[in-house]
């Protein structure tokens, strides 16, 4: 007894957003679920044109909870979208959906971290601002296929600094400065300085990184 096999297709409206795409909007580049957060544009992969990064929110209306206040807060994670410019379409570069925690984090006796995404130079920088704690960033370049991480920065302490770290993972080599009087505001600040060799296996790419908050960077 033959079979009568019936295929159904069904066309819908969906937006494309994957490899191998292109659109003149780089909003288009939307994922379902997500709204934006933060936009930018800045040349990635140095041909003088324009790129852009979007940062990207969850939209889960679950994850919209109250907070210790009993305030509403979105606990909603953020993710980045990196689109290169060509010919006046975009196309993706990388994407991480949910790298970055939200903005309503628990800061314990403190507010959370502000995030801000810049390009400078030709990387982008992915910066954290933690008021009276000071603020650190990732500097990451566009090669081998991915955005890698080149840069790391932290300086701990406002207005007085306490101490910087600075990190260069193309040259492996590491620089602390330790102010020599803590708590001391002066016009000539001094500090004493250390460099050292890091240790360290294949870069770290933006787009297979799960979660920011739990770099350690210390282990360099």
């Known amino acids: 007894m033959k079979q009568l096999v019936i295929f159904l297709v069904i066309i819908t409206t969906t937006k494309v957003y994957g ?27 140095n041909d003088a044109i324009e790129d852009c990064v ?4 969850g939209t889960d209306k679950n994850k ?14 953020r993710g980045v979208i990196i689109l290169f410019n060509k010919n006046n379409k975009y196309e993706l570069a990388i994407s991480n959906y949910d790298c970055f925690s939200s903005e309503n984090e628990d800061g314990g006796t403190y507010f959370p971290p ?16 933690h008021g009276r704690y000071g603020y650190w960033q990732y500097i990451f370049r566009y090669q081998n296929s ?11 302490g406002a207005p007085v600094i306490e101490s910087e770290t600075s990190i ?6 590491k620089l602390e400065r330790i102010k020599a009087i803590q708590h001391e505001i002066d016009v ?13 296996g294949t870069y770290l790419r933006l ?12 282990k360099y």
């Not at 979007?54 to 929110?57: H, R, W, Y």
């Not at 991915?146 to 701990?156: N, P």
Request: aromatic share 12%; net charge negative; hydrophobic share 35%.
């Open 114 to 129: 502000d995030l801000v995404l810049t390009i400078r130079n030709g990387n982008l920088y992915v910066e954290y601002a």
């Open 64 to 77: 919209i909870t109250k907070d210790q206040n009993n305030d509403r807060v979105d606990r909603n994670r």
């Open 146 to 156: 991915d955005f890698e991480l080149i840069g790391y920065f932290v300086s701990k």
């Open 19 to 45: 490899q191998g795409i292109k659109h003149t909007n780089p909003i288009d580049f939307l994922p379902q679920g997500y709204s934006l957060a933060q936009k930018i544009i800045g040349d990635l992969n």
């Open 168 to 173: 260069n993972f193309s040259t492996k080599r």
């Open 207 to 218: 787009s297979e990184i799960p979660d920011f908050d739990v770099l350690d960077m210390n």
């Open 54 to 57: 979007l940062l990207i929110q």
């Open 188 to 200: 000539f600040d001094m500090f004493n300085s250390k460099w050292t060799t890091i240790k360290m």
